[in-house]
């Protein structure tokens, strides 16, 4: 397996919020104060910067909405999602939160994992079997020492006693002996049946950490162990980054709740799929509010909202009920991404409404809207959660897959060993694909070949990550 070296390349280091701007504006897109006008006049980017490498027109008028001539190359739109995240996180600066341990599984510490106390916090027998204090035959005490009960007189030399694993050990003990490495005579003497090792079988006190001792550092990601391991060094509560809060708005007055599809009605995809996806993504899905296609109500959904990220579906394109453009220009948002070359989902696009509130715009149709999730909402929540990036990484295909000419495609594979194979039912509008599969196989422009090492992005389910946390 090979990085390809596309997503946190250069190119997308050097890529600031302000650059994207700047880039959507210099292509004349609908910049806040500005949305049809003249083209900004261009910069010659400096050698190496990624504008050199998305051919685009110069400048020639265009429809608002269009947003073939101002689509982001996907690589770049990943990297500009990301970089905005970095810059609502720096503006908001939110209070960390206080999280039960049940509620912290995939958040990211805020604070150090500092112990609480010493681990063990006391001597504890690792065995079943007798604690004994100095050398055999020893003679057995009526009554026994078991885990979480009073702690047991000392001994003195020449006596043992009962111990369950997990109990105190007295004091005085000079070591367990386990239950099946010991025999009683008919005097009732203990005697060990092998060599006993003076300290065998006890942990010590702090044998794992002293209170005090720095455990994890900020930044780690909780999963379940680090909650084991919290909840054993005396945690209650985790310190931690915040969910993002995010609102999704669906778009379209064609979409059913429930039932059959009838009468050019169809069943709404993505209300079900999304806030599941949203939420294995690190997110804290307050809202799902269906629309239609009503600009008034999308306003008003817009401006009510004080989520970090709304995510609206639908409604992307220059049809006549695609409302997202036109509120977007209406409450003076920032076109950070304006279509992306991608496939499917190219209209899918990034705004930012405030320093601290993005909403990215997922297109109608189903599988373009997972990829405007991957693309656009992945890098951004990622970013505010604190998550650590995925490795990139590539597997060899299976097979040949098309390409779109000048655009990246995101293509539905199953994981076979080493290999991806890709999928059929592929089709923007289809999930049927992507229903079946592992993973998303991120396809070059102009295609790739049976056998070409191709990057893979994984679903959160399929990983087993920490990510999944559908609740
Ligand atoms: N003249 C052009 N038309 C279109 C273009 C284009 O470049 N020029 N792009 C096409 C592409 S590509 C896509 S993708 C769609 C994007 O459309 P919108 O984001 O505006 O979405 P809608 O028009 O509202 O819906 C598209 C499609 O998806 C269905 N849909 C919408 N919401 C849901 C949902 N929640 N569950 C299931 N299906 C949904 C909707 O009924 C439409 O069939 O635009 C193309 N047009
Ligand atoms: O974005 Mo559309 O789904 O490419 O056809």
């Known amino acids: ?43 010659t980017p400096p050698s190496g910067d990624p504008r050199r490498q998305s051919p685009r027109d110069s400048g020639a008028p265009h429809r608002t909405g269009d947003s073939r001539h101002r689509a982001t190359p996907w690589p770049q739109a990943r990297a ?32 150090p994992l500092t112990a609480l106390t010493d681990l063990p916090s006391f001597d504890t027998s690792a065995m079943d079997g007798w604690a004994v204090s100095g050398p055999a035959p ?16 000392p001994l003195t030399d020449g006596e043992a006693v009962r111990i369950a694993t997990g109990a105190r050990v007295p004091a005085e ?34 044998q794992e950490c002293r209170g005090g001792d720095h455990l994890l550092p900020v930044g780690t990601v909780v999963t379940p162990a680090v909650l084991g391991l919290a909840a054993a060094a005396g945690y209650d509560t985790l310190t931690a980054v915040p969910r993002p809060r995010v609102d999704v708005l669906v778009l379209g007055d064609e979409l059913l709740t429930g039932g059959l599809p009838h009468d050019g009605l169809i069943r709404d995809a993505l209300g079900p799929m999304l806030p599941p996806w949203l939420r294995a993504l690190g997110a804290d899905v ?9 600009a008034g109500a999308l306003h008003r959904a817009v401006t009510a909202s004080d989520a970090d990220l709304i995510v609206t579906t639908g409604g992307t394109a220059a049809g006549p009920v695609d409302h997202v453009h036109p509120v977007l220009e209406r409450v003076g948002a920032d076109l950070l991404v304006d279509g992306v070359k991608v496939r ?3 209209p899918m696009l990034l705004a930012r409404l405030k320093e601290d509130q993005h909403l990215v715009g997922l297109p109608g149709n189903p599988l373009a809207a997972v990829s405007g999730l991957l693309t656009l909402a992945e890098p951004l929540l990622r970013t505010l959660a604190a998550r650590p990036a995925p490795e990139p990484y590539t597997l060899p295909l299976d097979d040949g897959v098309h390409g779109h000419p000048h655009d990246t495609r995101l293509v539905p594979v199953v994981l076979r060993g080493d290999r991806a194979a890709p999928l059929h039912y592929n089709g923007p509008a289809m999930l049927r694909g992507m229903a079946a599969a592992d993973a998303l196989a991120v396809v070059p422009p102009g295609g790739a070949r049976s056998g070409q090492e191709t990057e893979v992005l994984d679903l959160p389910w399929t990983t087993g990550g920490i990510g999944v946390c559908f609740t």
Do not use: F
């Not at 190119?11 to 104060?33: F, H, I, Q, S, Y």
């Open 344 to 346: 499917p989902g190219h």
């Open 286 to 294: 307050r809202t799902v509010c269906r629309i239609g296609d009503d």
């Open 138 to 153: 020893w003679t057995v005490r009526d009554e026994g020492a078991l885990a979480g009960h009073a702690e047991p007189a």
């Open 173 to 206: 003990t000079t070591a367990v002996l386990r239950s099946e490495h010991g025999r009683t005579d008919e005097r009732g003497r203990l005697h060990p049946t092998r060599e006993v090792v003076h300290g065998q079988d006890i942990r010590p006190r702090a």
């Open 1 to 43: 397996m090979s990085s390809p070296g596309t997503r946190t390349g250069e190119e997308a280091e050097d890529l600031d919020v302000e650059e994207a701007l700047a880039l959507v504006k210099e292509n004349g897109g609908p910049a806040r104060g500005a949305p049809d006008g003249p083209a900004a006049p261009a910069q």
């Open 80 to 111: 500009i999602a990301e970089r905005a995240g970095r810059a609502a996180v720096r503006a908001a600066r939110r209070d960390p939160v206080h999280a039960p341990l049940d509620a912290a599984l995939g958040l990211t510490l805020a604070a």
